[in-house]
């Protein structure tokens, strides 16, 4: 995500990079096809979208963003290019955390030297890699700001995950989790929250540390849920499911800025953020990818049980004057309340397949829901 922030600007930009799989139309099975499916997306959406570490996923990102409405647009114009491309090949792109029909396990891997040096360092872990995120980046050009910024943000990650649980079917079972994906993934030796740092400094060292310990293939694998990005002068949050619909994903977005304004705010005032139990902290990760949003979760600063509903609501509120200052409340505050009605991802994957007992009518109603029927940005332009 390149910059393009105006100096004095008090709102960062935001960008957004959203993972899909693809599936079979007919049967709804993940399939090795997304090779195909960038290929007809580039001429909508060019540098936008790409491929992932599998032949199953494909990734739209957006440019950066100043307002949800542009960020929104964006998002939903990469769905609907993606899902057009599909649906000419006889495919379907879903947004779901975790593959709900065929087979996955282990995913058939792209080539390059490059991913065959991480067969070799993580091995059976790639068995698992069949998982869609969504990674929310946030401008923060001052490195030193942004590892004390995250110091603040580690403690808010359970809640996010929570908010955008989204996985709860793997190998075509109901693994009784909302957020399977987030447990897959906590395997990897540089996965979940970073740890406590007060310098930029010091985070290069420790991810040195990493590189000489072979637990990295380069310095783009610290694959922490909380980071500085590699390529931009951002802090990027890559903790949570990919959500059903692009709307959530705005708001999600919105949070997270939010939140990274108001911990700006504290690391200013001399404030490095607060050094969390990590016992805690893994305890605050299994609930929230257990339970999602149906449940309860982990205060991390208590290690007491709250609803998920408060904790999310606790984060709106602290996240309140940042998020009225953007003008973005009612969009987050929204979202919150569908939650609560219609439940996370997980929730309306489950409901989908109580209606008919049927796994397919899952991936039906999940690709209806990523990207309705919104022409693409060539279709919109006359010749």
């Known amino acids: 995500m390149a910059t393009g922030q105006r100096p004095g600007s008090p709102i960062p930009l ?119 995120a969504v990674h929310v980046h946030v401008e923060q050009p001052d490195r030193d700001r942004a590892v004390l910024i995250g110091n603040h943000l580690r403690r808010h990650l359970p809640v996010f995950l929570a908010c955008a649980a989204n996985s709860p079917y793997w190998s075509e079972r109901d693994t009784g989790y909302a957020s399977w994906r987030s447990v897959t993934w906590g395997r990897w030796p540089v996965a979940g929250p970073p740890p406590f740092l007060t310098s930029a400094q010091q985070y290069d060292d420790h991810v040195d540390t990493l590189l000489e310990a072979g637990a990295l293939v380069d310095r783009d694998t610290i694959f922490w849920d909380l980071r500085l990005s590699t390529k931009h002068p951002t802090l990027e949050v890559r903790v949570a499911d990919v959500p059903v619909t692009a709307a959530e994903s705005v708001a999600l977005a919105a949070l997270v800025r939010a939140l990274v304004v108001v911990a700006g705010d504290a690391v200013d005032r001399g404030d490095e953020g607060p050094e969390l139990v990590p016992e805690l902290m893994r305890l605050a990760y299994w609930r929230a990818a ?23 609501e606790r984060l709106v509120a602290l996240a309140r004057p940042a998020l009225d200052e953007a003008g973005d409340r009612e969009r987050v505050e929204s979202w919150l309340a569908r939650l609560a009605t219609d439940g996370d991802g997980a929730t309306r994957q489950r409901a989908a397949a109580a209606l008919r007992g049927r796994l397919t009518d899952v991936v039906d109603e999940i690709a209806a829901r990523t990207a309705p029927d919104v022409p693409t940005r060539e279709e919109r332009t006359p010749a």
């Not at 049967?27 to 060019?46: N, Q, S, W």
């Not at 947004?95 to 792209?110: D, E, K």
Request: charged share 25%.
């Open 290 to 312: 257990r339970d999602g949003m149906g449940g309860h979760g982990v205060d991390v600063a208590t290690g007491r049980l709250l609803p998920a509903g408060a904790l999310a």
């Open 14 to 132: 935001i960008g957004v990079e959203e993972e899909f799989l693809v599936v079979d139309a007919g049967r709804g099975e993940v399939v090795p096809e997304a090779a195909i499916v960038v290929d007809r997306a580039r001429p909508a959406l060019g540098a936008r979208v790409g491929g992932e570490i599998t032949k199953l996923q494909v990734e739209t990102r957006t440019d950066p963003c100043r307002s949800l409405d542009d960020l929104g647009a964006q998002l939903t114009e990469g769905r609907a290019a993606v899902q057009a491309a599909a649906r000419s090949e006889g495919l379907r792109v879903i947004a779901s955390g975790s593959p709900v029909l065929g087979r996955a396990v282990p995913p058939p891997i792209t080539e390059g030297p490059r991913q065959d040096r991480g067969t070799a360092t993580f091995r059976g872990l790639h068995d698992e890699l069949a998982i869609c």
